[in-house]
């Protein structure tokens, strides 16, 4: 998993370009578009027909990321984000949201509640040092687990790496994180030791086409 925490501390070396404010918020979203699989526009329905729109992650999205996270059980928070955090703070907010989408990618999962929006999941990943490869990491809120969301999020998420070219995708989770060993599982992913016996690698070749898309 992304090491949101570690990234806060300055240890992660992902660019920050800043090309995001350079351009006007429009076409920054008409640049943006054009590097994800344009399927994500479609939405993705649940089995009742609930909508959930599905998009790239923008600096404008900060503060529904901060109720969103804000609303998580403390066990959900914990197993995301591998540490005890209550809310997260705005430094760490704006490297989750301000992406520089030509190397990093993250898609944001919103439904409407009562004419508001509210974020339902989010899937990310970070491009490693080497190039190749990358880092995900994936939420989906309490009430919409077990419905099929997690799994679209994270097909996209591979489709967008297989799109760029990128040849592996890892990722770094709790041994104790049972829901999450089996849903990757379940989506063709490896698991193997760590050098940290709490946790987990995944990992997923993306030389071929991921046998759940
Ligand atoms: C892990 C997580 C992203 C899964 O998302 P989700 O939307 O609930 O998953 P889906 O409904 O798409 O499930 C896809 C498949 O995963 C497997 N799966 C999902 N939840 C499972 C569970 N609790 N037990 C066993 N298998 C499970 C199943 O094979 C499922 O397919 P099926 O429904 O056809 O049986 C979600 O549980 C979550 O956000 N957990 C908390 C945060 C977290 O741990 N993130 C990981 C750190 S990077």
């Not at 984000?81 to 997260?88: H, I, N, P």
């Not at 989010?122 to 995900?136: H, I, K, M, P, W």
């Not at 089996?182 to 990992?203: I, K, N, Q, W």
């Amino acid at each position: 998993m992304l090491s949101d925490l570690a990234l806060e501390a300055g240890a992660s070396p992902v660019a920050h370009s800043g090309s995001a404010d350079a351009l006007g918020a429009r076409s920054a979203a008409a640049e943006c578009g054009r590097l994800y699989p344009a399927r994500i526009a479609d939405g993705w329905r649940d089995a009742t027909g609930a909508l959930v729109r599905i998009r790239p992650i923008a600096a404008a999205d900060a503060e529904l990321i901060r109720v969103f996270v804000h609303s998580l059980s403390v066990e959900t928070r914990y197993l995301r984000f591998m540490a005890a955090v209550k809310q997260l703070s705005p430094q760490l907010i704006d490297r989750l949201t301000r992406l520089d989408h030509r190397r990093d990618a993250a898609l944001i999962a919103i439904t409407d509640d009562a004419g508001e929006d509210r974020v339902v999941g989010v899937a990310r990943y970070a491009l490693n040092a080497d190039g190749r490869s990358c880092e995900f990491a994936i939420i989906v809120a309490e009430d919409w687990q077990g419905r099929g969301l997690g799994r679209h999020l994270l097909t996209l998420l591979v489709e967008t790496a297989v799109a760029r070219g990128l040849e592996r995708m890892d990722g770094e989770v709790l041994a104790v994180n049972r829901t999450m060993l089996a849903f990757v599982r379940a989506l063709g992913f490896g698991v193997s030791a760590s050098a940290d016996p709490a946790t987990r690698r995944v990992h997923l070749g993306l030389d071929r086409r991921p046998a759940f898309a």
